[in-house]
């Protein structure tokens, strides 16, 4: 379950690029409820979606030559100049060099053994998202990978992750956890490519939580995302549905079950 601890490897923030921030920050407030405010020059346009004033994501204008639109998540580094290290140590590769944001922190951008793009963020006055766990909030993350040995063995090496694996028909799901937690920390899970064909290239998909997944998944689409995935619903779990907003970022929603009727892990 995602932490406003932070431990060191956990995800602390979440963000989206795209051309037309106008177009999409309609979207999401029609899913979500989020409002964007946009920042100003001295953080050189980044702006943060917001619900009731508290921050659920970041938010970034690009030029539609410079990169496709797609959610980026970020983890907690102790240290980025030292993750920069560990990155390359264990087969990834720097994307951007580590960068000052005013007094909040320092960030890094990078690519995994199998290319997927992920950040770091070292704390300063800024520790991480205001929502998390809620409606609205990021609530689950999973990494799509062509290789789960060699992705789980990265990020153990980069940020000390811990694995979980739990029994599910017609396989297991590995899940992942801080360093310092338990099974009760875990945050996400690394899926193998090849087992959902609604999966294009790997990448890591950000789970936001809703209160009705289907009226969610209906709300997409009348905004102008697509469903690429329709609702699923997994005892013990709830129910999620794959979707992209309308410049074609990828993500999912989740509508969890009650706590009584969630599952437990096992090692």
Not at 39 to 45: A, D, I, R
Not at 196 to 218: I, R
Request: proline share 7%; charged share 20%.
């Amino acid at each position: 379950m995602l932490s406003t601890r932070f431990a060191v490897g956990a995800p602390v923030w979440a963000d989206m690029c795209a051309p037309d921030l106008d177009t999409v920050s309609d979207f999401y407030r029609e899913l979500f409820g989020w409002e964007l405010l946009r920042g100003g020059p001295e953080v050189g346009g980044y702006s943060q979606f917001q619900l009731s004033g508290r921050t659920t994501a970041g938010a970034m204008a690009i030029a539609a030559d410079e990169a496709p639109p797609a959610w980026t998540l970020y983890f907690r580094a102790a240290d980025v100049d030292a993750t920069i290290r560990s990155v390359e140590q264990a087969g990834g590769r720097g994307i951007f060099e580590p960068t000052d944001v005013l007094d909040l922190g320092r960030m890094a951008g990078f690519a995994d053994v199998t290319g997927v793009p992920f950040s770091a963020w070292q704390q300063g006055s800024l520790k991480g998202l205001d929502v998390l766990n809620e409606p609205g909030g990021l609530v689950w993350t999973e990494l799509y990978t062509p290789d789960v040995a060699a992705a789980t063995a990265f990020y153990g090496s980069v940020f000390g992750w811990q694995t979980t694996e739990m029994p599910f028909p017609g396989g297991t799901y590995t899940m992942v956890h801080p360093a310092d937690g338990t099974a009760d920390d875990m945050f996400g899970g690394v899926v193998p490519l090849d087992s959902d064909p609604s999966e294009a290239g790997a990448y890591w998909l950000p789970y936001f939580q809703v209160e009705d997944c289907d009226a969610t998944v209906a709300k997409a689409e009348r905004a102008g995302g697509s469903v690429r995935m329709a609702t699923v619903e997994m005892a013990g779990v709830g129910r999620f549905a794959k979707l992209a907003d309308p410049a074609g970022a990828r993500f999912a929603v989740l509508q969890p079950s009650p706590p009584g009727e969630q599952m437990e892990s096992s090692s």
